[in-house]
Protein backbone atom coordinates (compact mmCIF):
# COMPACT_ATOMS: atom_id res chain seq x y z
CA UNK A 1 0.00 0.00 0.00
CA UNK A 2 2.46 2.72 0.57
CA UNK A 3 4.13 2.01 -2.73
CA UNK A 4 0.90 3.11 -4.70
CA UNK A 5 0.67 6.03 -2.24
CA UNK A 6 4.16 7.34 -2.94
CA UNK A 7 4.50 9.96 -5.76
CA UNK A 8 7.25 9.28 -8.30
CA UNK A 9 9.98 12.41 -8.65
CA UNK A 10 12.06 11.86 -11.08
CA UNK A 11 11.32 10.28 -14.88
CA UNK A 12 7.46 10.87 -14.23
CA UNK A 13 5.87 12.54 -17.48
CA UNK A 14 2.54 13.83 -15.13
CA UNK A 15 5.09 16.08 -12.60
CA UNK A 16 6.64 18.92 -13.79
CA UNK A 17 10.37 19.45 -13.30
CA UNK A 18 11.36 22.18 -11.07
CA UNK A 19 12.69 25.84 -12.43
CA UNK A 20 16.00 26.55 -12.41
CA UNK A 21 17.47 27.75 -10.12
CA UNK A 22 17.18 31.94 -9.88
CA UNK A 23 18.85 34.59 -7.21
CA UNK A 24 15.20 36.24 -7.38
CA UNK A 25 12.57 33.49 -7.85
CA UNK A 26 9.66 36.13 -7.39
CA UNK A 27 10.93 38.16 -10.01
CA UNK A 28 11.47 34.96 -11.84
CA UNK A 29 7.98 33.93 -11.23
CA UNK A 30 6.00 37.07 -11.81
CA UNK A 31 8.13 37.21 -15.41
CA UNK A 32 6.32 33.48 -16.10
CA UNK A 33 2.45 35.03 -15.76
CA UNK A 34 1.55 35.57 -19.01
CA UNK A 35 3.77 32.56 -20.48
CA UNK A 36 1.86 30.03 -18.01
CA UNK A 37 -1.87 31.96 -18.91
CA UNK A 38 -1.31 31.81 -22.82
CA UNK A 39 -0.54 28.14 -22.30
CA UNK A 40 -3.82 27.57 -20.07
CA UNK A 41 -5.27 29.33 -23.18
CA UNK A 42 -4.11 26.93 -25.79
CA UNK A 43 -4.60 24.03 -23.43
CA UNK A 44 -8.73 24.69 -23.40
CA UNK A 45 -8.87 25.86 -27.09
CA UNK A 46 -11.00 23.93 -29.17
CA UNK A 47 -8.80 22.90 -31.66
CA UNK A 48 -6.73 20.83 -29.53
CA UNK A 49 -9.93 19.71 -27.31
CA UNK A 50 -8.85 15.80 -28.65
CA UNK A 51 -5.01 16.22 -27.04
CA UNK A 52 -6.26 18.30 -23.87
CA UNK A 53 -6.11 16.43 -20.36
CA UNK A 54 -8.16 19.46 -18.93
CA UNK A 55 -10.96 19.72 -21.31
CA UNK A 56 -11.56 15.86 -20.74
CA UNK A 57 -11.92 16.80 -17.18
CA UNK A 58 -14.16 19.13 -18.54
CA UNK A 59 -16.42 16.94 -20.25
CA UNK A 60 -16.47 14.41 -17.12
CA UNK A 61 -17.31 17.26 -15.14
CA UNK A 62 -20.34 18.07 -16.94
CA UNK A 63 -21.51 14.82 -17.21
CA UNK A 64 -22.00 15.27 -12.97
CA UNK A 65 -23.43 18.66 -13.81
CA UNK A 66 -25.78 17.06 -15.89
CA UNK A 67 -26.99 15.07 -14.06
CA UNK A 68 -27.60 17.13 -11.16
CA UNK A 69 -29.19 19.54 -13.86
CA UNK A 70 -31.61 16.68 -14.62
CA UNK A 71 -32.53 16.27 -11.12
CA UNK A 72 -33.74 20.19 -10.81
CA UNK A 73 -36.05 19.66 -13.88
CA UNK A 74 -37.78 16.82 -12.25
CA UNK A 75 -37.58 18.68 -8.79
CA UNK A 76 -35.97 15.57 -7.20
CA UNK A 77 -32.72 17.34 -5.55
CA UNK A 78 -33.36 17.42 -1.40
CA UNK A 79 -34.31 20.23 0.45
CA UNK A 80 -30.65 22.52 1.48
CA UNK A 81 -28.61 20.41 -0.94
CA UNK A 82 -25.37 22.09 -1.99
CA UNK A 83 -25.25 21.70 -5.97
CA UNK A 84 -21.73 22.31 -5.94
CA UNK A 85 -18.96 23.15 -3.08
CA UNK A 86 -15.48 24.36 -3.51
CA UNK A 87 -13.27 23.92 -0.92
CA UNK A 88 -9.19 24.75 -0.13
CA UNK A 89 -7.27 26.92 2.11
CA UNK A 90 -5.54 29.86 2.39
CA UNK A 91 -4.95 31.72 -1.20
CA UNK A 92 -6.76 28.69 -2.55
CA UNK A 93 -9.61 29.26 -0.82
CA UNK A 94 -9.66 32.91 -1.45
CA UNK A 95 -10.01 31.69 -5.29
CA UNK A 96 -12.46 29.14 -4.67
CA UNK A 97 -14.52 31.85 -3.15
CA UNK A 98 -13.77 34.01 -6.42
CA UNK A 99 -15.23 31.78 -8.54
CA UNK A 100 -17.99 30.37 -6.86
CA UNK A 101 -19.22 34.22 -6.24
CA UNK A 102 -18.80 34.42 -9.95
CA UNK A 103 -20.88 31.35 -10.91
CA UNK A 104 -23.67 32.36 -8.53
CA UNK A 105 -24.04 35.39 -10.14
CA UNK A 106 -23.98 33.94 -13.65
CA UNK A 107 -26.48 31.00 -11.95
CA UNK A 108 -28.19 32.37 -9.50
CA UNK A 109 -30.81 29.22 -8.54
CA UNK A 110 -27.95 26.88 -8.15
CA UNK A 111 -26.68 26.47 -4.50
CA UNK A 112 -22.94 27.23 -4.94
CA UNK A 113 -20.50 27.63 -1.55
CA UNK A 114 -16.78 27.96 -0.96
CA UNK A 115 -16.05 26.69 2.58
CA UNK A 116 -12.34 26.18 3.80
CA UNK A 117 -11.09 22.35 3.78
CA UNK A 118 -10.67 22.90 7.89
CA UNK A 119 -14.25 23.69 8.58
CA UNK A 120 -15.63 20.48 6.48
CA UNK A 121 -13.19 18.44 8.50
CA UNK A 122 -14.24 19.96 11.85
CA UNK A 123 -17.87 19.73 11.14
CA UNK A 124 -17.67 15.94 9.19
CA UNK A 125 -14.41 14.75 9.55
CA UNK A 126 -15.06 14.23 13.95
CA UNK A 127 -16.56 11.88 16.03
CA UNK A 128 -18.58 15.12 17.39
CA UNK A 129 -18.78 18.00 15.21
CA UNK A 130 -16.87 20.89 15.55
CA UNK A 131 -19.18 23.95 15.35
CA UNK A 132 -18.13 26.87 13.14
CA UNK A 133 -18.71 29.87 15.12
CA UNK A 134 -19.95 32.86 12.92
CA UNK A 135 -20.78 30.44 9.80
CA UNK A 136 -23.74 28.68 9.03
CA UNK A 137 -22.48 25.72 8.26
CA UNK A 138 -23.80 23.04 10.01
CA UNK A 139 -24.69 19.18 9.16
CA UNK A 140 -27.81 20.19 9.70
CA UNK A 141 -27.93 22.93 7.04
CA UNK A 142 -26.08 21.94 4.60
CA UNK A 143 -26.72 18.20 2.78
CA UNK A 144 -23.50 17.30 0.62
CA UNK A 145 -24.80 14.00 -0.66
CA UNK A 146 -23.77 13.73 -4.91
CA UNK A 147 -22.69 17.28 -4.49
CA UNK A 148 -20.12 18.63 -7.18
CA UNK A 149 -17.12 19.17 -5.19
CA UNK A 150 -14.10 21.24 -6.23
CA UNK A 151 -11.15 21.18 -4.47
CA UNK A 152 -8.60 23.95 -5.52
CA UNK A 153 -4.93 23.21 -3.99
CA UNK A 154 -1.57 24.38 -6.24
CA UNK A 155 0.56 22.22 -4.45
CA UNK A 156 -2.11 18.93 -4.59
CA UNK A 157 -0.64 17.95 -0.89
CA UNK A 158 -1.93 20.22 1.62
CA UNK A 159 -2.91 18.96 4.94
CA UNK A 160 -6.79 20.12 4.73
CA UNK A 161 -7.74 19.78 1.10
CA UNK A 162 -6.50 16.12 0.88
CA UNK A 163 -7.85 15.08 4.06
CA UNK A 164 -11.46 16.23 1.99
CA UNK A 165 -10.55 14.61 -0.73
CA UNK A 166 -10.64 11.29 1.41
CA UNK A 167 -13.82 12.12 3.38
CA UNK A 168 -16.03 13.29 1.20
CA UNK A 169 -16.03 10.77 -1.19
CA UNK A 170 -18.31 9.14 1.71
CA UNK A 171 -20.80 11.59 0.19
CA UNK A 172 -20.21 12.12 -3.41
CA UNK A 173 -18.00 10.26 -6.06
CA UNK A 174 -18.44 13.47 -7.94
CA UNK A 175 -15.10 14.85 -6.90
CA UNK A 176 -12.23 17.03 -8.81
CA UNK A 177 -9.13 19.15 -7.84
CA UNK A 178 -7.38 21.82 -9.06
CA UNK A 179 -3.64 21.65 -9.07
CA UNK A 180 -0.40 22.67 -10.43
CA UNK A 181 0.07 19.13 -12.01
CA UNK A 182 -1.09 15.93 -12.79
CA UNK A 183 0.12 13.60 -10.21
CA UNK A 184 -0.49 15.15 -6.79
CA UNK A 185 -1.42 13.39 -3.52
CA UNK A 186 -5.29 14.22 -4.06
CA UNK A 187 -5.17 13.39 -7.61
CA UNK A 188 -4.04 9.79 -6.10
CA UNK A 189 -6.81 9.85 -3.72
CA UNK A 190 -9.22 10.75 -7.01
CA UNK A 191 -8.04 8.01 -9.29
CA UNK A 192 -8.31 5.88 -6.45
CA UNK A 193 -11.66 6.15 -6.36
CA UNK A 194 -12.30 4.72 -9.65
CA UNK A 195 -10.25 1.57 -9.12
CA UNK A 196 -12.09 0.54 -5.97
CA UNK A 197 -15.77 1.21 -8.15
CA UNK A 198 -16.06 -1.69 -10.81
CA UNK A 199 -19.27 -0.09 -12.24
CA UNK A 200 -17.14 2.34 -13.90
CA UNK A 201 -15.18 0.12 -16.06
CA UNK A 202 -12.61 3.26 -17.05
CA UNK A 203 -10.78 6.16 -14.92
CA UNK A 204 -12.44 9.31 -15.23
CA UNK A 205 -10.87 12.31 -15.42
CA UNK A 206 -11.47 14.62 -12.19
CA UNK A 207 -8.10 16.79 -12.08
CA UNK A 208 -7.37 19.88 -13.81
CA UNK A 209 -4.33 21.31 -14.18
CA UNK A 210 -2.67 24.62 -14.49
CA UNK A 211 1.02 22.89 -15.38
CA UNK A 212 2.94 25.40 -13.69
CA UNK A 213 4.13 23.12 -11.31
CA UNK A 214 6.45 23.29 -7.95
CA UNK A 215 6.32 27.20 -7.32
CA UNK A 216 7.91 27.53 -3.78
CA UNK A 217 8.31 31.21 -3.83
CA UNK A 218 6.79 33.67 -1.27
CA UNK A 219 4.79 35.75 -2.09
CA UNK A 220 2.92 33.83 -4.59
CA UNK A 221 2.28 34.84 -7.92
CA UNK A 222 2.07 32.79 -10.92
CA UNK A 223 0.21 29.93 -9.16
CA UNK A 224 -2.62 32.52 -8.27
CA UNK A 225 -2.60 33.71 -11.59
CA UNK A 226 -2.57 30.37 -13.20
CA UNK A 227 -5.28 29.08 -10.92
CA UNK A 228 -7.74 32.09 -11.72
CA UNK A 229 -7.01 31.78 -15.58
CA UNK A 230 -7.89 27.99 -15.27
CA UNK A 231 -11.01 28.70 -13.23
CA UNK A 232 -11.76 31.49 -15.98
CA UNK A 233 -12.08 28.53 -18.87
CA UNK A 234 -14.01 26.38 -16.58
CA UNK A 235 -16.77 29.37 -16.15
CA UNK A 236 -17.11 29.98 -19.92
CA UNK A 237 -17.16 26.17 -20.20
CA UNK A 238 -19.87 25.54 -18.25
CA UNK A 239 -21.83 28.35 -18.99
CA UNK A 240 -21.85 27.34 -22.30
CA UNK A 241 -22.96 23.87 -21.35
CA UNK A 242 -26.00 25.29 -19.81
CA UNK A 243 -26.61 27.86 -22.08
CA UNK A 244 -27.22 25.01 -24.91
CA UNK A 245 -30.38 23.56 -23.37
CA UNK A 246 -33.09 26.19 -22.35
CA UNK A 247 -34.27 23.90 -19.44
CA UNK A 248 -30.51 24.16 -17.74
CA UNK A 249 -30.91 27.93 -18.54
CA UNK A 250 -34.59 27.80 -16.65
CA UNK A 251 -33.84 25.62 -13.51
CA UNK A 252 -30.34 27.96 -12.76
CA UNK A 253 -31.86 31.06 -13.69
CA UNK A 254 -28.86 31.70 -15.98
CA UNK A 255 -28.35 35.11 -16.25
CA UNK A 256 -25.24 35.05 -17.82
CA UNK A 257 -25.88 35.17 -22.11
CA UNK A 258 -23.73 33.91 -25.08
CA UNK A 259 -22.85 38.04 -25.74
CA UNK A 260 -21.64 38.05 -22.51
CA UNK A 261 -19.55 34.82 -23.04
CA UNK A 262 -17.91 36.87 -26.67
CA UNK A 263 -17.24 39.47 -24.21
CA UNK A 264 -15.68 37.31 -21.62
CA UNK A 265 -13.53 35.37 -24.18
CA UNK A 266 -11.98 38.40 -25.83
CA UNK A 267 -11.62 40.05 -22.76
CA UNK A 268 -9.53 36.39 -21.32
CA UNK A 269 -7.30 36.78 -25.05
CA UNK A 270 -6.63 40.56 -24.45
CA UNK A 271 -5.94 40.02 -21.18
CA UNK A 272 -2.34 38.13 -22.45
CA UNK A 273 -1.26 41.34 -23.97
CA UNK A 274 -1.78 43.07 -21.00
CA UNK A 275 -0.36 40.69 -18.69
CA UNK A 276 2.87 40.72 -21.15
CA UNK A 277 2.90 44.77 -20.95
CA UNK A 278 2.55 44.58 -17.16
CA UNK A 279 5.44 42.13 -16.30
CA UNK A 280 7.65 43.66 -19.28
CA UNK A 281 8.33 40.06 -20.65
CA UNK A 282 7.16 38.69 -24.04
Known sequence: QL????????DNPLIRPLQPSSEDPVLTDIQDIPRACKNIQNDWNSGKAVHSLNRLTAFNFTRSLRKRLEKHVKGTVPAMSVDILLTGCEVSLWLAEQFAADLKKCFPKLSIEAVSSNKILGLYGQEIAVPCLGFPHTPQTRNLHDSIVIIVSHSGGTFGPLACSNLLQSSTEHIFVVTSEWDTQIGKQLRMMDHM???CGA???RIFSTEVGMRPAEP???SVAATHQLLTNLLEYISAFVLSDPNFCRVTNGQIT?????ILERCNQMNIDALTETVGVN
Open 220 to 222: CSV
Open 197 to 199: DDS
Open 3 to 10: YHRMTKLS
Open 258 to 262: EQDLQ
Open 203 to 205: QLP
